[in-house]
């Protein structure tokens, strides 16, 4: 009788995906029932939990995988139909990583990473970076904390806000995504000396292969947690989202449009228009009004 273990998929790559046990990390695949019939999206991914039988040669055949709580998924348009690619099962939480200065702040990107997970369900942490080069962080960053969206204000350079972002990682399965140049693998290094490291390696063979031949991966955190690198925010949300369905994304416009006068209110020049209204009595950021418009507009 072949023993069995539930664990994590801390890593995939080309059928073959490293679970975490008790036991250790076993390196497994797929068993031939799982894989019957015609598969609409990934059916194992990192982040996963299985059950999973170990052989005799210590590698291990995954049984079943658990309902996930929430994935990031890339939508795959293919001829016999739209892939589900998952880049990510049972996250908790993304982490947004954003510089105050040096490279510029790129806020309209924010708005599409925000819209990206607002559509995906999933909560997002802003992390403000380089805070020590600009005179007042809030500035710039402060307009999302009204909308929900918690903001972490963090410096590599003198450790603000480090041990804020250690406990918000804590004991959660994170996505970790932002422009190159913003600071992110110093701010992990800053974390835990090497993390920074492991990301940049994983970034970078993300960036050389093809997305179904590079491997996906978490990497542990110290006191429990583990955090992803997921590239390509910027491509996942909108080819599939009607232009009508944008104002649904923003939280600061989803509530207004019911008080608008038509059902089909775009929020440009109609008439009784309450998101207008809003942005003219200032209660709406115009900054994030004009992201609305160029994402409604497809523009990036």
């Not at 806020?107 to 369900?121: C, H, I, S, T």
């Not at 970076?129 to 963090?154: A, M, S």
């Not at 701010?187 to 063979?205: D, H, K, M, R, T």
């Amino acid at each position: 009788m072949h023993p069995t273990h539930t664990g994590l998929i801390i890593r995939a790559q080309s059928g073959f995906f490293t679970v975490e046990t008790s036991a250790g990390a076993i390196v497994c695949q797929l068993r031939g029932k799982l894989k019957q019939g015609r598969a609409e999206g990934d059916l194992a991914a990192v982040g996963d939990h299985v059950s999973i039988t170990l052989l005799d040669d210590g590698s291990g055949m995954i049984d079943s995988v658990e309902e996930r709580t929430r994935t990031l998924v890339r939508l795959d348009p293919r001829p016999r139909g739209v892939y589900q690619q998952i880049l990510l099962a049972n996250l908790d939480q993304a982490l947004f990583v954003f510089a105050c200065a040096n490279p510029s702040p790129r806020l309209r990107m924010l708005d599409r990473f925000l819209v990206a997970a607002e559509k995906q369900k999933i909560p997002v942490v802003i992390v403000a970076n380089k805070i020590d080069l600009v005179e007042n962080p809030r500035e710039i960053f402060g307009l999302y904390e009204p909308l929900g969206y918690p903001v972490i204000y963090t410096s590599a350079n003198t450790g603000a806000g480090v041990e804020e972002l250690r406990d918000t990682l804590r004991k959660k399965i994170s996505a970790l995504a932002g422009p190159s140049g913003v600071g992110k693998s110093t701010l992990l290094n800053a974390l835990q000396p090497g993390l920074g490291l492991l990301v940049n390696e994983i970034s970078a063979a993300l960036n050389r292969g093809k997305h179904t031949t590079v491997s996906r991966q978490l990497l542990p955190i110290e006191g429990g947690g583990y955090v992803a690198d997921t590239p390509g925010w910027k491509s996942l949300a909108l080819w599939d989202t009607a232009p009508e369905e944008i104002d649904a994304y923003f939280p600061e416009l989803r509530d207004l449009v019911q008080n608008c006068r038509y059902s089909n209110c775009a929020h440009i020049n109609d008439q009784g228009c309450a998101v207008r209204a809003a942005l003219d009595a200032g209660t709406i950021h115009p900054a994030r009004y004009e992201s609305y418009l160029r994402l409604r507009a497809g523009q990036e």
